[in-house]
């Protein structure tokens, strides 16, 4: 049974609390994370120690639960074997393989468009949202819904080729810097994760991340991230229409229904891959239709909610995971401790 390995993580030096008066002195911004080679094969994988496969959590119960179902799935003599064909595992983005905090990446690619459009038509400070970012009032995007926001977004760039809302998206992940951590949004994603999904795809798992922000915005990063190919991200998707005279896909002003949250999750799934996964991974109760969903399948399943209790090295919170921490609690879902489970938690 042999797959085309991800490449997983290098350990690196432990993160930093944000704003903590201790700051590492390397401030270099890398376009992307040093790969770390691990074996190719289920075979290879086996034979080799643990800790070198997922370096970057801690020996304990949720990672010894996570190496038994990867591998009973793939045993073809284990009664819990699942077919490569049914190997589906889906990851929320934001808060569950990458930093959500103080705002996601999205929600901060939204705020520099807006600042962008304020440049072109000054007119447009006198109305919301504009108004509020012309003052700095970023608290006031945080309250809008997904839906008000994304408008938002697709009104920016509405009538604009799809290839320069790409560029613009490249533009932002390679320069843009999060606030607290003075480092580039690609360099705070979860290194367990990164190697979780590497070790999922050395047994021949298909891996997709499925969140609300736009599929572009995501593809842009999966692949060099991930190592998540583009065609297995599934986002909201704006509504594009074929222009003949210049051969090119221009952005509408709405999304294909539904926005890919919530409800809509286990809806864009089925369209996308028609299949429901047996490994389902959130954080947060946006995530729960999503993990309901994967666990209606017949085969055995896996399903896990990251939970953000690190304050030393990232954020402490629960705001909008309250019923999705109860449900796993109530229906045994592994429940990842970041301050536990974590060994390290960025390269």
């Known amino acids: 049974m042999i797959a085309l390995c991800a490449a997983a993580l290098a350990a690196c030096a432990p993160a930093i609390k944000p704003g903590a008066q201790q700051q590492r002195s390397d401030r270099t ?33 949720n990672q010894q639960a996570i190496v038994n179902f990867v591998q009973q799935s793939a045993n073809e003599d284990s009664k819990a074997y699942v077919p ?39 007119s447009l400070k006198a109305k919301q949202p504009w108004k509020s970012v ?11 819904n997904y839906s008000t926001l994304y408008l938002m977004l697709l009104k920016a760039h509405e009538g604009q080729p799809q290839q320069n809302y790409d ?52 593809r842009a990063l999966s692949l060099e991230l991930f190592n998540v190919p583009i065609a297995n991200v599934i986002g909201s998707s704006a509504m594009l229409m074929w222009r003949q005279s210049s051969g090119e896909l221009i952005r509408g002003n709405e999304f294909v229904a539904p926005i890919n949250n919530d409800e809509g999750k286990p809806v864009n799934i089925e369209r996308h891959i028609g299949r429901r996964p047996i490994i389902a991974v959130g954080n947060d109760d946006s995530d729960i239709a999503m993990l309901n969903y994967a666990a209606g399948n017949r085969y055995k399943t896996l399903l896990m909610l990251v939970k953000h209790d690190d304050a030393a090295r990232e954020y402490a919170y629960s705001d909008g995971a309250e019923s999705s921490h109860k449900m796993a609690a109530d229906k045994h879902w592994l429940s990842i401790s970041m301050k536990q489970d974590f060994k390290q938690l960025f390269q």
Do not use: C
């Open 84 to 122: 490569v064909a049914d190997r589906v595992a889906v990851f929320d983005l934001d808060g569950t393989l990458w930093v959500e905090r103080p705002q996601k990446p999205m929600m901060a690619f939204i705020h520099k468009e807006l600042l962008k459009q304020l440049k072109r038509q000054p």
């Open 167 to 218: 560029f613009f998206v490249r533009q932002f992940l390679k320069q843009a810097q999060h606030p607290d951590y003075k480092k580039s949004y690609l360099q705070l994603a979860y290194q367990p994760m990164r190697e979780l999904i590497a070790y999922l795809q050395a047994y021949d798992f298909q891996v997709y991340i499925v969140d609300s922000s736009d599929s572009r915005f995501v």
């Open 134 to 144: 012309a003052r700095g009032d970023e608290g006031y995007l945080q309250k809008l």
């Open 29 to 61: 911004v890398l376009s992307q994370p040093k790969p770390m080679l691990i074996p190719q094969t289920a075979a290879a994988v086996a034979n080799n120690k643990l800790e070198n496969i997922l370096a970057s959590w801690q020996a304990g119960a």
